[in-house]
């Protein structure tokens, strides 16, 4: 009946325009209006943005593995850019989390943000816009822009409405991300001129970029330039210095912001354009161990660093990275199991994460301090409010039951079949999680209570639980009932690992279980062919300076 | 019409937008001495957009138009032959909507600058168009004497325009300063004229093309004149390490002229450069590729990294109008048709970003030579919102992000780089990139971020009526290439062919 309806307005025609355009229509409405006014123009306006994409999870095709509801128009011409959109089960959630916590995080700032209203939410609005562009491109270029566009909003966000060392936040988290993403607009540059020559068209179109036949050098220089851009924005181990900092001094929703869906548009470049682009470099078995081993060291480096944290906020922040790090384990773990899982620990992560940063700025809003040791027995004066961060701080943890196990099991699960000690040593990670989360929920929430400011602190008012109780419904539905997230991602992650296995060198097999699930044969210890006999030493993971002379 | 140059009448036609340049200024000239423009309440405060001097302004604009049409009519003229002293072609009459354009600009931003600083309009105004007829001698010859010629022309006029507020001893260092290296980079630019013509027995460009392909040139002798040719342009386009003027004479000049200076001048440096060099030395690219390479990587590394410190905003943009030099060199490193066509693009969005940087900073200095330092500009975006956000436009299209013409700009010259293959300078491009975004955020994040320091710092911050015009062409013009770059992309692409096919395997040769 949904189909039909929205088979009959036309939605899949328009849709995906709509959501990055009317975001920045609501700018406009947001700038237009009263001071007082704005923020609530701002809400009802992703609201509507918000129930609009909601038609997205009914209209999308869950048995086609391609991009759905494909739109193309020619943009510069003789450069070949196309404005062209699309999504397929793996952009298709980071979409819908995008204008999910996009209005929760509008909703959670109306007590937070107190000066120049107009300006933040039109900021809001579109950083929404940008980032619903990211997940939705089709052309490299337009990716490229919408990618770099996210960055001067939230910019903004940090700087103006941010806490006290805001700008040094903020200039930091703006130079890492732009450093990395220049070196990728070189590598995308290189691709353009490759698929020029070869094809005889300028082009930027993904799809014609797959086509683009690369020695194994050549993508080895591709892939350490992109993964560069997307490892300091997930972030992946060592260029994760900016995350904390951002985030402490973040306002409320541009933590939610950043971390629901910023550090998506990292892991998602690995999907949709390490793995398919760079198939030979993906599965280099150099390449794979530097991935996991950064990602492992991610997990439990900062989960001890979290546990230590005296600032709940900064707290949350490091296990952001441990979250990223299960992702990247589960990508680069290169089976379907594993990519599966990556995918919904990033929808997870997004969801409790940005509920974690939403209660700690409740707490904030009401005691006016972050610091763990402040805190104590608030569960005894607010009851609706522990509950709420206890279910979270669960499902951050990934506890069974919550989205976050699934998740994370799945990763680990796709990492054991091919990569056995890193999964061991992952698996860590989640005791880890167990220890630095619930000693902090132990001190906030339990304990005595036994500071005086604390038995004022008020519970939950009725906006509060608005924002709360559709994630905390999400956190436990995806926990209980996976299945409808994991067939629409599967084509689309099936045909990734498809092309990533296709273009393995001819030394490597792939053997399918009985489930149906493809694993890779990774050689990782045995007597392969490398890919490349020029290239045995180590590929280059933080300089990407691509020599073509 | 045809134009055959065996008729000297029909170099009136094809000069036609220089000659009404010049006859304007004089025009231009008379009015102003005539009396009736030494109005009593000089230098008082207030938006003299319409006043008596201002008239001046207006009359200056109303000529430029009129070049303007000169050079629109130039489309509908065939030459004949490509062996006359002038082009007629697309590469140069793209040049001439630069210089108008710049021209226009920033005769629009110094009406109420020069009226607050009592500087004599008539004067200022004909100089400008003089320096504008030279910058198109610049770009239209096709000899290397013509180049000289309007090299000459521009330059004489700029000396004096930086020096133009006599009563500011920075003024007057930076005349002299600019005077005296520009005097000593144009000995170098002449003495290379003369060993090209040693070496190829002709200074016409068309000719030092034939007699360098046909290997007849003596190769010693070019390789010194096409390095002395290199140093004297490398002068006025300030490269690395020729740069050591700019950041003083930026600094002192007056801000209209050093806005008009950072882009006009630079622009017509570059276009004869690319001339020249695409051209002329097309056989010899071997020969100067090296030292391109080499000047383009220092020009942008070392003009991003002293930029950081600065503290004073016209150095800063000195800086920074030294570091859009390098990326420019690097389309000359690249030599190959979308180098070319990026570089016309990307100078025409330079003149339009960096003379709206500038507009704003004289907004901020009301109207004159005060507060130029950063820190003045402390909450300067909250207390004037609308100019506030046009200076972070700016800022972000001189940084090259997306949405703006700066971007597209960038990419373009990447993309030239790229059908070279300079993949190595395109890294170190990217690189500096980096580097410039600290000190163009700066900026913004002191405007946006910080507090300012007294409740009514910003109070007298006017944006004059012709300035707030010349804003909003800049302003849309860049968000518009920022989006639709398209028709731009095309006619820079279209107004480069002409230049290959005399040069004759411009493109493909650049590896």
């Known amino acids: ?549 | 019409m045809e134009l055959d140059f065996s008729q000297q009448i029909h170099y009136v036609w094809a000069l036609l937008p220089e000659i009404v340049l010049c006859v304007w200024g004089m025009i231009v000239l008379i009015a102003g001495v005539s009396g009736k423009h030494q109005d009593a309440d000089d230098g008082a405060a207030g938006d003299p957009s319409f006043g008596p001097k201002s008239d001046l302004g207006w009359l200056t604009l109303l000529g430029i138009l009129l070049a303007a049409g000169a050079n629109g009519w130039l489309y509908g003229v065939n030459e004949v032959g490509d062996s006359s002293m002038i082009a007629v072609d697309g590469f140069r009459l793209f040049a001439n909507w630069i210089f108008l354009l710049a021209a226009a600009l920033t005769v629009l931003i110094s009406f109420v600058y020069i009226y607050r600083l009592r500087l004599q309009a008539g004067e200022f105004y004909a100089l400008i168009l003089f320096a504008t007829a030279g910058m198109m001698f610049m770009a239209g010859a096709r000899d290397l004497i013509v180049i000289f010629l309007g090299l000459e022309v521009m330059s004489i006029a700029v000396y004096a325009l930086a020096a133009f507020n006599r009563r500011d001893r920075k003024s007057a260092e930076a005349g002299l300063k600019y005077f005296l290296l520009g005097a000593f980079s144009t000995g170098f630019f002449l003495y290379g004229i003369a060993l090209v013509y040693g070496a190829t027995g002709s200074t016409n460009i068309a000719a030092i093309n034939t007699s360098v392909a046909s290997m007849a040139a003596s190769p010693g002798l070019l390789v010194v004149a096409i390095a002395l040719l290199a140093i004297g342009f490398g002068f006025k386009v300030s490269a690395v390490p020729f740069h050591m003027w700019t950041p003083d004479v930026y600094e002192g000049a007056p801000t209209p002229v050093t806005a008009w200076m950072s882009a006009a001048v630079k622009a017509a440096a570059f276009v004869a450069f690319f001339r020249v060099f695409l051209v002329g030395f097309d056989a010899a690219y071997d020969t100067w590729f090296p030292i391109m390479w080499w000047l383009a990587a220092i020009t942008m590394v070392t003009a991003n990294l002293i930029a950081l410190v600065q503290t004073n905003v016209k150095r800063m943009l000195a800086y920074s109008s030294i570091a859009h030099a390098g990326y420019l060199l690097v389309a000359l490193t690249a030599a190959n048709e979308n180098a070319a066509a990026g570089m016309l693009f990307y100078l025409l969005i330079y003149t339009l970003m960096n003379i709206g940087a500038f507009a704003v900073v004289m907004s901020v200095a009301h109207q004159a030579e005060e507060r130029l330092y950063i820190d003045d500009y402390a909450g300067f975006g909250w207390a004037q919102p609308g100019i506030g956000l046009f200076l972070t436009i700016f800022l972000l299209s001189l940084a090259g992000f997306p949405g703006t013409g700066g971007f597209m700009g960038k990419i373009y010259l990447l993309q030239g780089a790229a059908d070279s293959e300079l993949w190595v300078l395109s890294v170190i491009l990217v690189l500096s990139t980096v580097a410039s975004y600290w000190y163009y955020l700066r900026v913004a994040w002191v405007m946006w971020m910080k507090e300012p320091t007294s409740k009514d710092q910003h109070s007298l911050v006017v944006v004059p009526l012709p300035m707030c015009l010349a804003l909003i062409v800049c302003v849309g013009l860049i968000i518009y290439t920022g989006i639709f770059p398209g028709a731009a992309i095309d006619f820079a692409r279209s107004s480069v062919q002409g230049l290959g096919s005399l040069g004759g395997g411009m493109l493909g040769l650049g590896l």
């Open chain 1, 1 to 549: 009946m949904i189909n039909s309806m929205l088979e009959s307005i036309g939605y899949t025609g328009w849709i995906l325009h709509a959501l990055i355009w009317m975001p920045i229509l609501g700018m406009g409405l947001v700038l237009w209006a009263e001071e007082e006014t704005a923020k609530h123009v701002a809400f009802w306006w992703s609201a509507v943005v918000f129930v609009l994409s909601l038609g997205l999870w009914w209209a999308f095709d869950p048995s086609e593995a391609g991009m759905q509801m494909v739109s193309q128009t020619s943009w510069i011409a003789s450069w070949g850019v196309s404005y062209s959109l699309g999504i397929d089960g793996i952009s298709l959630f980071m979409v819908m989390l995008t204008t999910f916590s996009s209005s929760i995080a509008i909703l959670g700032s109306f007590n937070y943000i107190k000066v120049r209203p107009r300006a933040f939410y039109s900021l809001m609005l579109l950083l929404e816009a940008g980032v619903v562009g990211v997940f939705s491109a089709t052309d490299v270029f337009l990716f490229y822009v919408f990618f770099e566009l996210t960055l001067v909003p939230m910019y903004f966000i940090v700087g103006v409405w941010g806490g006290e060392r805001r700008i040094y936040a903020a200039i930091k988290f703006f130079l890492y991300t732009a450093f990395g993403s220049l070196l990728m607009l070189v590598g995308i540059l290189y691709l353009f001129y490759k698929a020029k020559t070869l094809l005889g068209f300028p082009t930027f179109a993904y799809a014609d970029l797959l086509q683009v036949p690369l020695t194994g050098t050549e993508q080895l220089w591709l892939f350490a330039a992109f993964a560069l851009a997307f490892s300091v924005k997930v972030p992946v181990f060592p260029f994760h210095t900016w995350l904390p900092d951002a985030h402490v001094e973040a306002p409320t929703p541009g933590s939610v912001i950043l971390a629901a869906v910023l550090l998506k548009m990292g892991t998602y470049g690995f999907l949709r354009f390490l793995l398919p682009l760079f198939p030979v470099a993906a599965q280099h078995p150099t390449v794979v161990t530097t991935m996991l081993v950064l990602a492992v060291i991610g997990i439990l480096y900062t989960a001890w660093v979290a546990a230590v944290q005296p600032d709940a906020k900064k707290l949350v922040a490091y296990t952001s990275v441990a979250h990223m790090g299960f992702v990247v384990l589960g990508i680069f773990a290169l089976t379907v199991n594993g990519l599966q899982g990556g995918l919904v620990v990033m929808i997870s992560h997004g969801i409790s994460t940005g509920a974690l940063f939403l209660l700690l700025g409740m707490l904030y809003e009401r005691r006016h301090t972050r610091q763990i040791a402040d805190f104590g027995g608030i569960a005894r004066v607010a009851p609706l409010l522990t509950s709420a961060f206890v279910l979270t701080a669960l499902a951050s943890i990934g506890l069974p039951g919550t989205s976050g196990f699934v998740g994370e099991f799945l990763a680990l699960l796709g990492a054991f079949e091919t990569h056995r000690v890193f999964a061991v040593i992952a698996s860590l990670g989640v005791i880890f999680a167990a220890y630095y989360m619930l000693p902090m929920v132990q001190k906030v929430f339990f304990n005595a209570l036994d500071k005086p400011e604390n038995r004022e602190i008020e519970d939950l008012s009725r906006r509060e639980m608005v924002i709360l109780a559709p994630l905390c419904a999400l956190m436990i539905w995806i926990g209980w009932n996976p299945t409808p997230i994991l067939t629409r991602m599967e084509p689309t992650v099936r045909a990734v690992l498809e092309r990533v296995e296709a273009a393995a060198p001819s030394g490597q097999t792939s053997i399918t279980l009985e489930d149906g699930s493809q694993v890779v044969i990774a050689p990782a210890d045995a007597q392969a062919p490398l890919v490349d006999p020029e290239l045995n030493d180590d590929p280059p993971d933080d300089a990407a300076v691509i020599d073509g002379e």
